[in-house]
T-cell receptor, first 116, second 115 residues
Framework: AQSVTQLDSHVSVSEGTPVLLRCNYS??????LFWYVQHPNKGLQLLLK??????LVKGINGFEAEFKKSETSFHLTKPSAHMSDAAEYFC??????????????FGQGTTLQVKP | DAGVIQSPRHEVTEMGQEVTLRCKPI?????LFWYRQTMMRGLELLIY????????DSGMPEDRFSAKMPNASFSTLKIQPSEPRDSAVYFC?????????????FGAGSRLTVL
C-alpha cells in the first residue's frame, strides 16, 4: 500500500526566508512522487515530479525537492519565499510505471502562509 | 489550450435535487479523472476514464453518484438525489501521453453546496 504523510498542516514564513514543507511516503514499489500547489479557489497545478531519475528535482517558481530513499522523504524547499507562494501544497505518490494511471494518493496538504 | 474546463464553478442546491457537473478535458488527452475534495477526507479519486471508457469507479461513494463520458471532449458527474454531505469541491483532471507518467492537469473545480 502507498501513502504520504505531510508532517505540517500549516507553515508560516516571512517573505524572503527559506521554505521547507515536509513529506514522508510509504510505498512497496518504486514510487513516483509529486508536489502540487493549489491557490485559493483554483485548481491544482503541478510544481514538480520525481520518477526515478535524478534525486534532486527542480520545479517551477524556484521550488525543488529531494528524493531520499533512506529517509522515505520528499521534502519541498525554496530558498526565498515570495508573497505569491502562499497556497496549499500537496505531496502525492503513485506507483512508478503503474498502469493504474490516476491512482494518485494525496497527502492532507500543508498551508503555506507568507508574512510580509 | 484553455486547459480543463469545468462548469458550473459554484452550485448551491437543496437536498434531494439532482446535480450535474460538467467537464471538458484538454484536447487530445485520453484519460479523465473526477476527484472530490473535502476538509475531512482531503482529495479522493472518484472515477477515471480511458478513451471514454470507465476504468475504475471504486471511489464513487454510492449509487447516487454516476459519471459518463459520451465523447472525448465531455464528461458529466451526476448526483441524484443530492445530500448535504455531498457538499465539496469536485475537480476534473485529464492526462495525455505527452504529459508524462501520472501528470494530471486539473480544472478549477466546481464548488457544490447542498442545503
Amino acid at each position: 500500500a502507498q501513502s504520504v504523510t505531510q508532517l505540517d498542516s500549516h507553515v508560516s514564513v516571512s517573505e524572503g526566508t527559506p521554505v521547507l514543507l515536509r513529506c514522508n511516503y510509504s510505498s512497496s514499489y518504486s514510487p513516483s512522487l509529486f508536489w502540487y500547489v493549489q491557490h485559493p479557489n483554483k485548481g491544482l497545478q503541478l510544481l514538480l515530479k520525481y520518477t526515478s531519475a535524478a534525486t534532486l528535482v527542480k520545479g517551477i517558481n524556484g521550488f525543488e525537492a529531494e528524493f531520499k530513499k533512506s529517509e522515505t522523504s520528499f521534502h519541498l524547499t525554496k530558498p526565498s519565499a515570495h508573497m505569491s507562494d502562499a497556497a496549499e501544497y500537496f505531496c502525492v505518490v503513485s506507483r512508478y510505471g503503474s498502469s493504474n494511471t490516476g491512482k494518485l494518493i494525496f497527502g492532507q496538504g500543508t498551508t503555506l502562509q507568507v508574512k510580509p | 489550450d484553455a486547459g480543463v474546463i469545468q462548469s458550473p464553478r459554484h452550485e448551491v442546491t437543496e437536498m434531494g435535487q439532482e446535480v450535474t457537473l460538467r467537464c471538458k478535458p484538454i484536447s487530445g488527452h485520453d484519460y479523465l479523472f473526477w476527484y472530490r475534495q473535502t476538509m475531512m477526507r482531503g482529495l479522493e479519486l472518484l472515477i477515471y476514464f480511458n478513451n471514454n471508457v470507465p476504468i475504475d469507479d471504486s471511489g464513487m461513494p454510492e449509487d447516487r453518484f454516476s459519471a459518463k463520458m459520451p465523447n472525448a471532449s465531455f464528461s458529466t458527474l451526476k448526483i441524484q438525489p443530492s445530500e448535504p454531505r455531498d457538499s465539496a469541491v469536485y475537480f476534473c483532471a485529464s492526462r495525455g501521453y505527452s504529459s508524462g507518467a501520472n501528470v494530471l492537469t486539473f480544472g478549477a473545480g466546481s464548488r457544490l453546496t447542498v442545503l
